[in-house]
């Protein structure tokens, strides 16, 4: 599990194929163990193999088809954070390091200090997004300011430009995305009680009880 909250950004030292996938080495900055959770570009990952302050990754060809891992070459900057410890104090969001979907920045606006973020995501995720909601891109948690048709917009506060790869982004880059685990159950079970195709009115929500 984690956050949202960026730690640090770290550079790709090397992608290398293997059978069934690549071999990712990053350099984070301290040292890791075998087993310990990392999420890359919030892409949730498992230390295969410790170099000092580096770490291999071995990731899977179902995880390259659906994140941008696969895109990453040496020198490549990326956005890491460390797994939640169950003691920590919890900021940002819930985040699983699971993506839904690869997005596609569509439009950076800057106002003042702050910058406005407009990016596309596919249809499958449309009922996950909601203003003022939580999101996850390349594993910042953002909150969701503005929804038209299949864009959201984000709005980002300096610290966020300049401690992540969000400095690095020109239109058209694509980007993961993982939408809020809490909206997803909450879909989830209002689907399971209404059916797929039902509206949620008032008149249905009398008639279960509520």
């Not at 790709?12 to 293997?18: E, F, L, R």
């Not at 940002?92 to 973020?117: A, C, L, S």
């Not at 997803?184 to 209002?190: A, D, E, I, S, T």
Request: glycine share 10%; aromatic share 6%; net charge neutral.
């Amino acid at each position: 599990m984690f956050t949202g909250l960026i730690e640090t950004v770290c550079k790709a030292i090397s992608s290398v194929s293997k059978t069934g996938g690549i071999r990712l080495t990053i350099n984070l900055g301290w040292d890791v163990k075998c087993g310990d959770s990392i999420a890359v570009n919030g892409v949730c990952l498992t230390v295969a193999g410790p170099k000092g302050t580096a770490a291999e990754f071995d990731v899977s060809a179902e995880t390259l088809s659906k994140t941008t891992l696969g895109k990453l070459k040496a020198g490549s900057e990326v956005n890491i954070e460390r797994a939640l410890k169950a003691d920590d104090r919890f900021g940002g969001h819930f985040v699983q390091g699971h993506i839904d979907t690869i997005g596609k920045v569509k439009k950076i606006e800057k106002k003042g200090d702050f910058r406005v973020y407009a990016f596309e995501v596919g249809k499958e995720i449309s009922d996950y997004i909601v203003p003022k909601g939580s999101i996850a891109v390349d594993g910042v948690s953002l909150t969701i300011v503005d929804i038209q048709e299949q864009n959201f917009t984000a709005a980002i506060i300096p610290a966020t430009y300049e401690n992540t790869i969000f400095k690095n982004y020109k239109v058209g880059d694509m980007v993961n995305v993982e939408t809020d685990i809490i909206c997803r159950m909450v879909k989830k079970q209002l689907d399971n009680v209404l059916g797929h195709k039902q509206e949620l009115t008032i008149e249905k929500l009398k008639e279960l009880g509520f």
